[in-house]
């Protein structure tokens, strides 16, 4: 098995590193309920996109109420 002919330094390494780096999520708020959504997403907490209601919050929420009864 090969052996490396130099010792790389810590700096070295680093730079070899630099770009793994991992950056974070640019969450936007929601025009409606001000809560934190991923861009071009539906809000999961209020079911709007773009001023539209695509997801009816309320009736999937009165659907797990009466399942766990």
Do not use: W
């Amino acid at each position: 098995m090969g052996k490396p002919r130099r010792h790389h330094t810590k700096s070295r390494t680093n730079m070899r590193r630099s770009h793994q780096a991992l950056d974070p999520i640019g969450l936007v708020t929601c025009p409606q309920c001000k809560s934190k959504v991923m861009p071009h997403r539906v809000c999961s907490s209020c079911g709007f996109y773009k001023g539209e209601e695509i997801i009816n919050v309320l009736k999937d929420v009165k659907k797990d109420v009466k399942k766990k009864k």
